[in-house]
């Protein structure tokens, strides 16, 4: 009972018992005033000490001991008013249970709510206006706002605030229990982020932002649910991956995003080596308009290429990817060409004209659900396409050419898997036969990929939902596009040939997880605003990715991101006659025998979704019905 006594909030919960008692009295001094011959009230009655019982427990029920007093807010106002208002009918109500009539208790009815409102309401603000000007918290105008993180990029951004204006910035919250109750440029470190909720409602913030550019992946997870469950609006700073990347400043206050949630700490590259390694060398990219090969033209132009061939069969693709170039790039010498790499003569144009020192071979169709019922273009775009540059630049002198696969070649289970696996055994064993070096670099999911699940997540929530997810356990590996490509341009520098190298994805994230945080970071709540379904597992589809197949023992490198698988060797003249038999297949529309080709080279395939589906059987059929 005393420990309760010595409580802070038992000073304010003793003042508004005072508070209710001069309310009352005063309410039933009016009331005898007004009305002769009414019967004063004592202080000491019955009535007096049901009123205080009543009030009280009225104030504890709206939760008018929540706040502080030097936050107090319109919000606390408003609380005042429901529990004066509630607590001056229920008096009313249990004197008319009693004997008293309406009309003796009019004046009460009326005047107690309104004075009990004024004895509490304006203590609070003349102690919160005190309060702040002795804390030197600012009062003027603009969005009221707390900033999430103390430190440099805390306090530079107090200063940008200032200057830039529309911004009441009210305070500063840190999990560094030294920095609370220390000043940032003369304002108050609050508290810690755990608080924000509490202070939210007191200090009515419309705004909070994260300057804490250096927090990973689960220290933004942890700070973004702290401002939804605060409800309130929440933007960040750039991260310090962004400021690696591209041009930006402390200032540019952003929306918070799902890779700054998924993205990990900024990837730190040997970029003396990299910058060695591509400088003054004439580059090719395949499918240079897609996610990646876009991404690696951003990258290398920075690197003072001698020029940049940036190939693609999209028309929009290349289009854009052109005009970026020109816009951001102007000293940059490229040139975009439309082509179809699986057609021969493109490949051998392109490579004899060009000459190239190194290509990067990032053409290649992903999207499985399609391709696991188009077999025939998948083979050709994934391994015809990769066949036709790989002899091309082993005919043409190429140094290196760098193959990038997935993780969906580890134990395939779907066609697309499968043809990239076979493209990554192509490149290996033409090392051993060439003065090319060979390189494959391996990841999992790029988030914002086009195609990816990400972009589908967002149209779906801009449509209401709901939102489908195929199992409520399934997982992938993620990566955001520039990380990726980051470490693929590492990954080219650090290897000799025949090289396998994969990337470290770190833990893998449940796409349940996924599509909650994207619905929540759209101003959503999930299974309330937007819906979550789950549709089942699609043909070929596996519940968790592999980066590493159990005969490939893998090593680290000298890039602790970066990590070598040891390749299983293939029979170099059975691997020639299987992909010279599957072009002829190809040629014939013959997806029965592509198929066989691909169980035959890679046997995971078969054990994972044999026999061949009948969908795909049809399709054979009716082409040989058609011939």
Same mark, same amino acid.
């Given at each position: ?138 009062? +003027? ?7 999430? %993180?103390? @430190?440099?990029? $805390? !306090?530079? #951004?107090? *200063?940008?605030?200032? &200057? ?114 591509? +400088? ?7 499918? %240079?308009? @897609?996610?990646? $090969? !876009?991404? #690696?033209? *951003?990258?290398?132009? &920075? ?133 090319? *070096? ?190």
């Amino acid at each position: 009972m005393m420990h309760w006594l010595r409580h802070p909030r038992a000073a304010v919960v003793g003042h508004d018992l005072v508070m209710v008692l001069i309310a009352w009295l005063s309410a039933s001094w009016l009331q005898n005033q007004i009305l002769a011959g009414s019967s004063a009230i004592s202080i000491f009655s019955i009535e007096t000490i049901l009123v205080l019982s009543m009030q009280g427990l009225m104030f504890w029920y709206i939760g008018l001991y929540r706040g502080l007093w030097r936050f107090a807010s319109f919000l606390d106002l408003w609380s005042i008013i429901k529990a004066s208002t509630l607590g001056g009918l229920i008096v009313a109500l249990g004197f008319l249970l009693g004997s008293a009539s309406l009309a003796s208790m009019s004046v009460i009815l009326i005047a107690y709510p309104l004075i009990l409102f004024l004895v509490l309401g304006i203590p609070r603000m003349l102690y919160r206006i005190w309060k702040d000007k002795h804390m030197g918290i600012n009062t +003027s105008g603009g969005k009221r706002t707390l900033i999430i %993180g103390a @430190g440099h990029s $805390g !306090a530079l #951004l107090v *200063r940008e605030l200032r &200057h830039r204006g529309g911004f009441n910035v009210l305070g500063l919250l840190d999990d560094k229990r030294k920095l609370v109750g220390a000043r940032i440029h003369g304002l108050p470190v609050l508290g810690e982020i755990s608080q924000l909720e509490s202070l939210c409602q007191s200090l009515n913030v419309e705004l909070a932002i994260i300057a804490i550019p250096s927090a990973s992946n689960q220290q933004m997870q942890r700070i973004v649910e702290v401002c939804e469950d605060a409800e309130v609006k929440f933007m960040t700073l750039p991260t310090l991956q962004d400021f690696g990347n591209k041009a930006v400043r402390i200032d540019e206050i952003k929306p918070v995003i799902i890779d700054d949630l998924l993205g990990r700490e900024p990837v730190m590259l040997n970029w003396e080596s990299i910058r060695s390694g591509l +400088s003054n060398k004439r580059v090719l990219i395949t499918g %240079g308009g @897609g996610s990646i $090969g !876009a991404e #690696l033209c *951003r990258q290398i132009a &920075h690197l003072n290429p001698v020029e940049l061939i940036v190939v693609d069969q999209s028309e929009f693709n290349l289009y854009q990817i052109e005009k970026e170039l020109s816009n951001d790039y102007q000293d940059l010498v490229y040139a975009c060409v439309l082509g179809d790499i699986c057609d021969s003569a493109t490949a051998e144009k392109i490579v004899s004209e060009y000459r190239p020192d190194m290509i990067f071979h990032a053409a290649a169709y992903k999207h499985l659900p399609i391709l696991q019922n188009q077999i025939r273009e998948a083979y050709r775009n994934n391994v015809i396409g990769t066949i036709r540059m790989s002899q091309a630049a082993d005919r043409h002198g190429v140094g290196t050419f760098v193959l990038i696969s997935t993780d969906k070649a580890v134990n395939p289970s779907n066609i697309m898997g499968a043809t990239k696996r076979v493209a990554e055994i192509y490149c290996q064993n033409m090392d051993a036969h060439s003065d090319t *070096r060979f390189i494959t670099v391996r990841f999992g999911n790029v988030l914002n990929s086009n195609g990816s699940v990400v972009p589908l997540f967002n149209d779906q929530i801009r449509k209401g939902g709901p939102v489908t997810v195929t199992h409520p356990e399934i997982s992938r590996y993620f990566m955001t596009i520039s990380e990726a490509s980051q470490l693929i341009l590492q990954a080219a520098v650090l290897g000799k040939g025949s090289e396998i190298f994969v990337l470290d994805m770190g833990d893998p994230v449940k796409i349940s997880y996924l599509a909650e945080q994207l619905i929540r970071l759209a101003g959503k709540e999930p299974g309330k605003d937007i819906q979550i379904i789950y549709t089942g597992l699609r043909p070929g589809e596996k519940l968790f990715e592999e980066l590493f197949h159990e005969h490939e023992p893998y090593k680290k490198t000298s890039h602790e991101k970066i990590f070598l698988a040891r390749h299983r060797k293939t029979a170099w003249p059975e691997l020639q006659e299987a992909l010279r038999g599957s072009e002829i297949a190809v040629k014939r529309y013959d997806t029965q025998s592509i198929y066989n080709t691909l169980v035959m080279l890679v046997p995971e395939l078969d054990r994972a979704s044999s026999p061949m589906s009948e969908k795909v059987v049809s399709i054979n059929r009716s082409q040989q019905a058609i011939k």
